[in-house]
């Protein structure tokens, strides 16, 4: 398994080894041991998410301010940009952001520690995200971070298109009125 760092080193861009031929392809997606390895975390994922998306949908900025969730994301169909914003008080890159495309194509699987915002933009017709977390959803403890918020900055790809939000998204907090981990 290939471990990039992104903007943010605890960010983590894993490809992993595909086998492949004229009948198709073959990776394993998990394997605990090797993204222990890999990333030098042991966490027990102990939830999976699936959702389908159509073009411009933006989810997120989505975080738990309690119960937190650490997230291992992919694509199975379609392309997405992911973006996630440090949300970590202590941390040298509170309230910076990092983003890579996603996709069916690509393979790739973006690890994304607790502590941080975390949503993605749609960019092809319609996409299918696959998601493991490291704790249950709890929606008392869910918090939304702006998507558009100025002061954090991300460059969504959206090419002048108006994103598709769900009304909690598009009233989400601005980084200065957020509520932040330690």
């Known amino acids: 398994m290939l471990v990039t760092p992104t903007a943010i080193p605890d960010v983590l861009i894993l490809e992993p080894?595909?086998?492949g031929d004229d009948r198709g392809f073959f990776f394993e997606s998990y394997n605990r041991r090797a993204f222990r390895e890999a990333t030098g975390r042991n966490v027990d994922f102990v939830q999976d998410n699936h959702s389908r998306s159509a073009r411009h949908v933006l989810r997120g900025m989505h975080y738990q301010i309690r119960q937190?969730?650490?997230?291992l994301v992919r694509v199975t169909?379609?392309?997405v940009f992911d973006a996630v914003v440090d949300?970590?008080?202590?941390?040298?890159t509170f309230g910076k952001w990092a983003g890579v495309m996603l996709s069916a194509a690509n393979r790739r699987m973006l690890w994304v520690p607790e502590g941080f915002a975390h949503g993605f933009l749609v960019t092809s017709e319609s996409a299918e995200f696959l998601y493991k977390t490291t704790d249950y959803y709890a929606p008392e403890h869910e918090r939304s971070l702006l998507w558009s918020d100025p002061t954090v900055g991300?460059?969504?790809p959206l090419g002048g298109a108006q994103p598709l939000l769900k009304p909690k998204d598009a009233a989400?907090?601005?980084?200065?009125?957020?509520t932040a981990f330690p």
């Open 17 to 19: 080894q595909v086998f």
């Open 68 to 71: 937190p969730q650490g997230k």
């Open 77 to 79: 169909a379609g392309e």
């Open 87 to 92: 949300l970590r008080k202590s941390s040298p």
């Open 154 to 156: 991300i460059d969504w």
């Open 172 to 178: 989400g907090s601005p980084l200065a009125e957020a």
